[in-house]
Nanobody, 123 residues
Framework: VQLQASGGGLVQAGASLRLSCAAS????????MGWFRQAPGKEREFVAG????????HYRDSVKGRFTISRDNAKNTLYLQMNSLKPEDTAVYYC?????????????????WGQGTQVTVSS
């Protein structure tokens, strides 16, 4: 699986962005998927995850109610809708494909990673 993230940018606090992750390869629709982010000087952290059939999603507490993860298996694409953005959301965002059909909060459970897209939120 090859992953290509896009959609990042520079926005003001309160704005919205939608990230996309285009996947190549036949196994996308069978894999759980996740979004992670990494701010300068910090560890990469889990943001949101979704199961292979969209039946299960989960989020880190700080983005619940603001971010929505979704996927379109017919288009081999993963999304992250980000609303009410805050300066603390500033980071490079990565999409990742899990080893199995369900997502995980643990980076070690993902074996394919996209190249990252920068999100910068100004106050």
């Amino acid at each position: 699986v090859q992953l290509q993230a896009s959609g990042g940018g520079l926005v003001q606090a309160g704005a919205s962005l939608r990230l996309s992750c285009a996947a190549s390869g036949p196994t996308f629709r069978n894999n759980g998927m996740g979004w992670f982010r990494q701010a300068p000087g910090k560890e990469r952290e889990f943001v949101a995850g979704i199961s292979w059939n969209s039946g299960s999603t989960h989020y880190r507490d700080s983005v619940k109610g603001r971010f929505t993860i979704s996927r379109d298996n017919a288009k081999n694409t993963l999304y992250l809708q980000m609303n009410s953005l805050k300066p603390e959301d500033t980071a490079v965002y990565y999409c990742a494909a899990a080893r199995g059909s369900y997502s995980s909060v643990y980076r070690q459970r993902y074996n394919y990673w996209g190249q990252g897209t920068q999100v910068t939120v100004s106050s």
